[in-house]
């Protein structure tokens, strides 16, 4: 899923609230001056106001912005461009380093202003509710979206153009169906391994293979079982949208070296094969502790 739908979602923006958003849309062009003047009337008390805003050019340019930015919540059309124009201005706002409570302060003002221009033209409770509540999505999306520029967390995923977002959802569903192809094979290949197994027992039963050799032969199997076992489980989780542990490859690798080590060590000659497997296991094992010790500690 996209991210406007993920936020739409989250929020429950519905139709309702682009209905009732457009439906402000002529009161709060009236009152677009007054909005400007009371912003700047709060904001001029920060501190670092004069460093941000330092003189009249760059506070037009930034009322003009401000203004569109305004009327825009209004215009009752919240798509991906409207997503890229909100990531844009917390952008902008990192790359001055504006502290991101002055525009959560802002925010606020912003919000008490709007509600006060709702409770002054509505009578009916109902209506001036329902008013309220969209005009409340609307600015916590805009909060949300603008914020997380400052936090990056990754989480929010907004593409940069039309294009790329398309290119994301091709690659992304692609993505999808490589997995399942994955999975499908990991399950495949568990079951071949089961019939390595049963043919181990049946050549031990009719060709009379050693014991020794057959018990070590069955241990190696299982021991693959289990290492793509693990590796089903991540891909899984991963399609369930959860984050996948690479260190299940390693595992694997290691539980395939291990197999060829159980074999190797029934024949003596082989004792050099032995030490380098066992150095590659080593490697591994190292690689594996190191990546879940990262996992364990972020
Ligand atoms: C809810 C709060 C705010 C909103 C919605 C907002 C909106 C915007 C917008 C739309 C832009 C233009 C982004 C672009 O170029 O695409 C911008 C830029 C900027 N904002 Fe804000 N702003 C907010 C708060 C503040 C505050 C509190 C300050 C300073 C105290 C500030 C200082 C600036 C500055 C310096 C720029 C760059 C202006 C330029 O050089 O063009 N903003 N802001």
């Known amino acids: ?18 209905e009732n958003l457009k439906f402000l849309k002529s009161i709060m062009e009236a009152n677009t001056k007054e909005f400007i003047a009371g912003v700047y009337s709060y904001i001029s008390n920060f501190e670092d106001f004069s460093k941000f805003l330092p003189d009249d050019e760059i506070r037009n340019r930034h009322q003009e912005k401000l203004k569109f930015w305004f009327l825009n919540m209004f215009s009752g059309e919240y798509n991906n461009d409207y997503l890229r124009r909100l990531k844009r201005i917390g952008e902008v706002h990192q790359d001055i380093k504006l502290p991101s409570h002055y525009v959560s302060a802002t925010m606020n003002y912003i919000r008490n202003y709007i509600h006060s221009i709702i409770l002054k033209n509505f009578k009916d409770s109902d209506k001036k509710d329902s008013l309220i509540e969209s005009v409340n999505k609307i600015l916590d999306i805009n909060l949300d979206i603008i914020i997380s520029s400052y936090i990056d967390e990754g989480k929010l995923y907004i593409a940069a153009t039309k294009f790329e977002s398309k290119i994301i959802k091709l690659s992304s569903k692609f993505s999808y169906v490589l997995d399942l192809f994955l999975v499908l094979t990991l399950m495949l290949s568990t079951a071949m391994v089961f019939i390595l197994f049963f043919f181990e027992i049946y050549r031990f039963a009719m060709s009379g293979l050693p014991f020794e050799t057959t018990v070590v032969d069955i241990l190696g199997a299982m021991l693959i079982i ?42 003596p000659h082989k004792s050099h094969e032995v030490a380098i497997l066992g150095l590659l296991i080593l490697i591994l094992g190292i690689v594996y502790w190191l990546m879940n010790k990262k996992g364990a500690d972020s």
């Open 1 to 18: 899923m996209d991210t406007l739908h993920k936020i739409k979602l989250i929020y429950a923006f519905n139709d309702k609230d682009v």
């Open 226 to 267: 289990w290492a793509i076992r693990e590796l089903l489980e991540e891909e899984v989780k991963k399609l369930q949208g959860k984050k996948f542990a690479l260190s299940a490859f390693i595992g694997l690798a290691m539980a395939a070296l291990l197999r060829k080590i159980l074999i190797f060590s029934l024949a």
